[in-house]
């Protein structure tokens, strides 16, 4: 009588995990296949694919030395709450990291990979961070200018931006060896009347502006009273629509617009569409290659 108090007071040992298909199917077909409960998501593999990263906590886990009693959920897989195991596993199977292009969860990817202890693939997405970083920053890099036109005219009035603009805008041979002879940090203004083509540079201080007159005289292109216009010979571009398919080639970027209007008398009001637009540097570079 009292042995089998005893028996029923001592607690049964919890047995160790195992995956859904060993507690099902024969052990001969079954032995190397192991199934992952991860946040819900059940994931099967193989053992040998697990062990080949035989430092990561997944190895760890399933292994026959391993003393501390995993998690398992009632069905005897492996039991760990985390997420996005997917292409954790994908890493095991394959050994490179293959993402969707959209992919945009790198931070948490990164989380996952340091919780896993794979030294590989935190490797892989670090490098895989700092190359994204990189051309994301070469996108921010580039040419700001302003785009006014003439409202249901479908007419550009004038260019505000950088000098290095011009270089994208069929400049004829004479146009862009002058621009090639300037200062890019120059700002200017470009004007397209119906006869002439004006460039209107700001000089920061005296030297550039004898540096503008300097080389617009050696190029034999006429200056204005102030030295600080210069006629170039543009092909024409007067079209606003003609100008935003150039633009799209460059990988332009419209950042924003506004419609502004002017008074000339009680019964004349005129309309301007200004649209702020950015090109970036890797486009003008592939341009001038």
């Avoid at 005289?217 to 170039?232: S, V």
Wanted: include cysteine; charged fraction near 25%.
């Amino acid at each position: 009588m009292q042995s089998e108090l005893i028996k029923d007071i001592v607690p049964t040992p919890s047995p160790r995990c195992l995956s859904y298909s060993s507690l099902h199917l024969p052990t001969k077909f079954t032995s190397d296949i192991v199934t992952f409960n991860v946040g819900g998501k059940i994931y099967c593999t193989t053992r040998s694919t697990i062990n080949h990263f035989p430092r990561s906590v997944l190895a760890s886990m399933i292994s026959d030395s391993n003393n501390l009693q995993s998690k398992c959920d009632e069905a005897g897989h492996y039991f760990i709450d985390r997420s996005i195991f997917r292409y954790i596993l994908n890493y095991l199977r394959d050994k490179t990291l293959n993402l969707p292009d959209n992919f945009n969860e790198f931070k948490q990817l990164k989380y996952e990979a340091d919780f896993y202890q794979i030294d590989s693939l935190i490797t892989e997405i670090e490098n895989r961070t700092n190359a994204i970083n990189e051309q994301q920053k070469q996108n921010l890099d580039g040419l700001y200018f302003t785009l006014i036109s003439k409202l249901n005219q479908d007419k550009i009035l004038t260019i505000i931006g950088p000098i290095k603009v011009l270089r994208l805008f069929r400049l004829e041979q004479i146009a862009r060896k002058f621009v090639k002879t300037l200062n890019p940090s120059i700002s200017c203004q470009c004007n397209f009347p119906n006869k002439d083509k004006i460039i209107s540079c700001q000089p920061w201080n005296e030297f550039q502006r004898q540096l503008l007159a300097k080389q617009a005289r050696k190029f034999g292109l006429p200056t204005g009273y102030w030295d600080d216009y210069f006629y170039l010979p543009f092909e024409k571009i007067t079209s606003h629509d003609e100008f935003v398919t150039i633009l799209n080639k460059y990988e332009a970027k419209l950042l924003h617009t506004n419609v502004t209007y002017e008074r000339k008398n009680d019964d004349e009001i005129t309309y301007a569409l200004v649209e702020n637009w950015f090109v970036p540097n890797i486009a003008v570079t592939q341009y001038e290659q």
